[in-house]
């Protein structure tokens, strides 16, 4: 089973500032790996997949990266609508999983 | 425009059942693996079960394998999750999905259902 480490668990910050969020696998999963918004009360949507691919829609201040057992999710300048939870997810290897959450607060 | 509506949830005690169920409609249900995640009051989400597009392929979180059973009926578009054995860390709101492993920026979620396991 492929566990996926997040962190910080929380991250405060004020808007306009730059977010750097972090996924950690215990295994690699090479690029399968997915990035999820959550706001209270809502379904997670889709930020990125593949590791680095933007989902449609999704403004350009998101970008994901890494590959293997690394994965940095960043928000360039934070809008207030980005404060949420977000999760990773691993796509490569049954039983699926994800990440126990980073939780981006204001400042 | 693509809709999935989960039902079928509620109050149950523990060691009954419930069968979920998640109509789909605006797109082609039968090209799509599904998956059901759920996420208990206050936590994370936590990955349930996945069914392949055809419905031969099924996958389970080892904390439902045994208990919960996915399954599909193309010809009604529609995804289900036969819960059985409930116990109490069952209690979340449980969402169907589409699963796509790679290659795909399609992202359809419902709403959810909850599901309380209590006596």
């Known amino acids: 089973e492929i566990v996926l480490t997040q962190s910080p668990a929380t991250l405060s910050l004020s808007p306009g500032e730059r977010a750097t969020l972090s996924c950690r696998a215990s295994q690699s999963v090479r690029s399968y790996l997915a990035w999820y918004q959550q706001k209270p009360g809502q379904a997670p949507r889709l930020l990125i997949y593949?590791?680095?691919s933007r989902a449609t829609g999704i403004p350009a201040r998101f970008s994901g990266s890494g590959s293997g057992t690394d994965f940095t999710l960043t928000i360039s300048s934070l809008e207030p609508e980005d404060f949420a939870v977000y999760y990773c997810?691993?796509?490569?290897?049954?039983?699926?999983?994800f990440g126990g959450g980073t939780n981006v607060e204001i400042k | 425009e693509v809709q999935l509506v989960e039902s079928g949830g509620g109050l149950v005690q523990p060691g009954g059942s419930l069968r979920l169920s998640c109509p789909a409609s605006?797109?082609?249900?039968?090209?799509?693996?599904m998956s059901w995640v759920r996420q208990a009051p206050g936590r994370g989400l936590e990955w349930v079960s996945t069914?392949?597009?055809?419905?031969?392929?099924?996958y389970y979180a080892d904390s439902v394998k045994g208990r919960f059973t996915i399954s599909r009926d193309n010809s009604k578009n529609t995804l289900y999750l036969q819960m059985n054995s409930l116990r109490a860390e069952d209690t979340a709101v449980y969402y169907c999905?589409?699963?796509?492993?790679?290659?795909?920026?399609?992202?359809?979620w419902g709403q959810g259902t909850l599901v309380t396991v209590s006596s």
């Open positions: 069914i392949s597009s055809s419905g031969v392929g099924t």
């Open positions: 997810q691993q796509r490569y290897d049954w039983p699926l999983s």
């Open positions: 605006g797109f082609t249900f039968s090209s799509y693996a």
């Open positions: 593949d590791a680095s």
């Open positions: 999905g589409i699963y796509i492993q790679t290659g795909s920026n399609e992202d359809y």
